[in-house]
């Protein structure tokens, strides 16, 4: 069955929605990257929680002019405003006042969302609030979606997507270098302002389907799991829509599988088991790589130390440095060296000689500020560089 829903087999609903989740995962992920990149992550989680009282507004204004109230573009445009005068009370009280920008959006996260809760508490002493349903946009929910809404969500999340298209040389500038970016003529003001608006629009797009609880996971996790995989910019916008666009289909496709299986908690969940891959398995930032390094690291400090015992005719004590050389060829087990070790040692103790004439050498200190104990010299001087050493050293020793 869950072949069946990643292949869109489980008929015309449950298809859209998860054609509506990976849209939206995509304009989240890239969305977010811009987020992640200015280091204004938290934003996206104020945004989020100043939609509710804006849903649950809507909804009681509807009903008030006679309306239905449960209509999903009347309360997307709600949770739009309820969001953009929260980001707007965010920047006064971050720009007019001594308030941190952190500060500022703990205030208005829980107070918005505060008040939203309330307004929910009053809903639901009405008569017409009973069976609103409003609480599914905490955490999201899909079940019984109309096909009507699934369209708005995918529209919402490829139109949303195609602006970020557009603008994403001045918030890449903006991002990065602002002093930059401001020399080049970009208008921080206004670039920052856009960044938010598709910040709001995405949250806004994502409430049925993620909820406004879980949204900031979506549009934080992908880039970060991005960014195990590249360092140049472009790259990881692109990786982040990679990665939200597989975590909301992923996600929507498992719950499809099971009516009991929220469609919110598993794209965020199928997002989180791809930034667990990232995090293992990515070949620059991840962790293998990063103990594969450490690991051939180890085994060349080792190597060069037992060499250099060799070179001075000291006894080798350390079981690990015996068994590398051993495993090289350059010493038995015992420790006595072969004739490739001798020639290899007498290279290791040639090269400490040459480093030592480079350090001294004030002409020569950009070379030697990289000596690691283990970089080859011919990997940092050139030929002419390293003869001159030679001339220098007081008894030249011809390499084995």
């Known amino acids: ?10 008929g015309y609903n449950a298809s859209l929605v ?11 992920g890239v969305t977010g990257t811009f987020l992640y990149l200015r280091k204004r992550a938290l934003v ?17 204004l509807a009903v008030a002019l006679g309306g239905d109230g449960r209509g999903l573009p009347v309360l997307l445009l709600g949770s739009a405003v309820s969001a953009a005068l929260g980001l707007l009370a965010v920047q006064w009280l971050a720009s007019r006042t001594r308030l941190t920008e952190d500060a500022a959006i703990g205030a208005v996260l829980s107070v918005f969302f505060g008040f939203g809760v309330v307004l929910l508490t009053v809903i ?46 001045p918030m890449l500038m903006t991002a990065f270098d602002p002093s930059h970016a401001s020399a080049m003529g970009v208008n921080l003001t206004r670039t920052d302002i856009a960044m938010m608006g598709l910040v709001m629009a995405v949250t806004v797009v994502g409430l049925k389907i993620v909820g406004l609880i879980l949204i900031v996971a979506l549009l934080i996790i992908p880039p970060v799991a991005a960014r195990f995989w590249s360092d140049r910019a472009d790259r990881v916008v692109l990786l982040a829509g990679v990665v939200g666009g597989v975590a909301g289909w992923v996600g929507a496709a498992f719950s499809a599988t099971a009516a009991d299986l929220p469609t919110g908690p598993m794209i965020v969940l199928a997002a989180f088991a791809l930034f667990c891959l990232s995090f293992l398995l990515a070949p620059g930032r991840g962790l293998m790589a990063a103990a594969l390094r450490a690991a ?36 038995l087990p015992d420790g006595v060296p072969t004739e490739a070790g001798r020639a290899a040692a007498a290279r290791a103790r040639l090269d400490e000689e040459r480093w030592a ?6 002409s020569l200190e950009l070379a030697a500020a990289r000596y690691d104990g283990l970089t080859p010299l011919e990997d940092v001087l050139t030929v002419d560089q ?3 050493i030679d001339a220098r050293r007081p008894a030249p020793e011809a390499l084995a």
Do not use: C, K, W
């Open 124 to 169: 639901q002493t009405l008569s017409t609030g009973r069976q609103a349903g409003l609480e599914d946009f905490l955490l999201g929910a899909t079940a019984g979606m109309l096909r009507s809404e699934a369209l708005l969500i995918a529209v919402g999340g490829l139109v949303t997507l195609a602006i970020v298209v557009v603008l994403r040389r």
């Open 18 to 28: 998860t054609l509506g989740a990976a849209a939206l995962g995509m304009a989240a």
């Open 44 to 60: 996206s989680d104020a945004i989020s929680h100043a939609t509710l009282p804006g849903i649950a507004a809507a909804f009681m």
């Open 386 to 388: 390293i003869s001159e």
């Open 1 to 10: 069955m869950l072949f069946e829903a990643l292949t869109l087999g489980l």
């Open 357 to 362: 004439i480079v350090r001294a050498d004030p």
């Open 296 to 331: 051939s690291f180890r085994t060349r400090v080792h190597l060069r130390q037992g060499l250099l015992a060799i070179a001075n005719d000291q006894p080798i004590y350390e079981t690990l440095t015996l068994r590398l050389l051993a495993r090289r060829g350059l010493a």
